[in-house]
Nanobody, 129 residues
Framework: QVQPVESGGGLVQAGGSLRLSCSAP????????MGWFRQAPGKEREFVAA????????YYKDSVKGRFTISRDNAKNTVYLQMNSLKPEDTAIYYC??????????????????????WGQGTQVTVSS
């Protein structure tokens, strides 16, 4: 099974920006909602953002609303996470994952980590103060 591949992480100063990308060479996720998650040292993996398969609905963790933007380009089989105004507490490994269900129209509440499978290996984001 082909896993997504994340890229774009790095070291940035507080207030800076990064754009993460997620793609899956040889496999299309255009029929799946996609999500970004993160895991900081000693903490559980948490939801950050999600976008439905058509890109018509987006969801965000409260602490990133207004700073992060999730988007997708199905023609390129790529999902993005634009992260602005980064804070030290955003430091984590960021993972991309695909919804286990195809053609999900929306979530009634917040997307759950258990809704997603096909996890990537992650990309490190470090924000210095």
């Amino acid at each position: 099974q082909v896993q997504p591949v994340e890229s774009g992480g790095g070291l940035v100063q507080a207030g800076g920006s990064l754009r993460l990308s997620c793609s899956a060479p040889g496999r299309t996720f255009s029929m799946n909602a996609m999500g970004w998650f993160r895991q900081a040292p000693g903490k559980e993996r948490e939801f950050v953002a999600a976008i439905t398969w058509r890109g018509t609905s987006v969801y965000y963790k409260d602490s990133v609303k207004g700073r992060f933007t999730i988007s997708r380009d199905n023609a390129k089989n790529t999902v993005y996470l634009q992260m602005n105004s980064l804070k030290p507490e955003d430091t984590a490994i960021y993972y991309c994952a695909a919804d286990k269900i195809r053609f999900r129209q929306d979530w009634s509440g917040s997307p759950l980590t258990s809704d997603f499978g096909s996890w990537g290996q992650g990309t490190q984001v470090t924000v210095s103060s």
